[in-house]
């Protein structure tokens, strides 16, 4: 499975929140997607995942252009799992309900209920530690526990690309431990690709490939891993001293900001 982003711009009222973004992804890569607060990662994310409309520029699946009609074959092969961009939409809804419209188009659950949709929904939360929850409404988990019915969502259908924003942050050190090694299990049995977004950079590992640098919602970087991850990239991209470290497979960075340039930067934003 291939995807291609061909110039592609997403808007939010006048604001560009994605500009001008290229970018090829091929069967069983795994990237990281990085970047500052705010810099479009998530907005990105959902746009690949085929949630919102592009304003402009074209998303390719196997060279078939995102519309309406291919929805079904993108939410076939395409999941995202994302706190941010759920919590606004799920809130009552039972954790079942939540992972079985994992297989529908939308965001809710469709028409009909599939008994073994059922049996694989409940096989999944109860592998994240949700045995006997499945009627519990979403609004009353816990963070780490609404990321797992997240996670569960997105495997109903065994997807060929899952689009991982922040899992991991909530869940606590044995929860993150399974979850990164089931993943890594399911990717590797099934050659399913990622992209991960994180801002903890020890969960960047070996694993991954490639990267996409974002800046203000367009690309700032992007290449092999190693090769773009550089103290050099960095630097320019946080404009302060960074130096890169790889050790025993994990990604490391030190950050060195004088309170100067701490009080420039501030100025700045502001
Ligand atoms: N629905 C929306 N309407 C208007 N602006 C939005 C909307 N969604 C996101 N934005 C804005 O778009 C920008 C990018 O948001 P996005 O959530 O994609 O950033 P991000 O890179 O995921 O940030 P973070 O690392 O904090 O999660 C932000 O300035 C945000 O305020
Ligand atoms: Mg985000």
């Known amino acids: 499975m291939e995807i291609c982003l061909e110039d592609v711009s997403y808007k939010s009222g006048k604001v560009f ?21 705010g810099s479009g990662k998530t907005t990105l994310l959902s746009l690949v995942a085929g949630y919102h409309s592009i304003k402009k520029g074209t998303i390719f699946l196997d060279g078939e252009a995102y519309s309406e009609e291919l929805l079904p074959k993108i939410k076939k092969n395409i999941a995202l799992v994302s706190s941010s961009f759920f919590n606004n939409y799920y809130h009552n809804e039972t954790l079942l309900e939540i992972v079985l419209s994992g297989g529908e188009s939308g965001l809710g659950l469709g028409d009909k209920i599939i008994p073994q949709k059922v049996v694989r929904a409940k096989h999944l939360l109860a592998a994240l530690g949700l ?39 909530g869940l606590d050190a044995v929860m993150k431990k399974y979850v990164a090694d089931s993943l890594k299990d399911i990717c590797t049995e099934e050659n399913v ?18 990267i996409l640098l974002l800046k203000k919602g367009k690309v700032f970087a992007r290449g092999l891993l190693k090769e773009t ?26 950050i060195k900001i004088n309170k100067q340039s701490l009080a420039e930067f501030y100025k700045k934003e502001i």
């Open 17 to 37: 929140i994605c500009q001008n973004i290229a970018w090829k992804l091929s069967q069983g890569e795994h990237w990281v997607l990085f970047g500052e607060n």
């Open 131 to 169: 045995k006997n929850r499945y009627s519990h409404p979403f609004c009353y988990l816990s963070k780490g526990q609404q990321q797992c019915v997240l996670i569960a969502r997105a495997l109903l259908n065994k997807p060929k690309l899952l689009l991982l924003d922040e899992i991991y942050s």
């Open 229 to 254: 991850m550089t103290s050099a990239v960095l630097s320019n991209y946080f404009q302060c001293s960074v130096d890169v470290t790889w050790q025993d497979g994990h990604f490391g960075m030190d």
């Open 193 to 210: 690709g990622t992209i991960m977004v994180t801002h903890e950079v020890e969960n960047i590992t070996d694993e991954y490939t490639h």
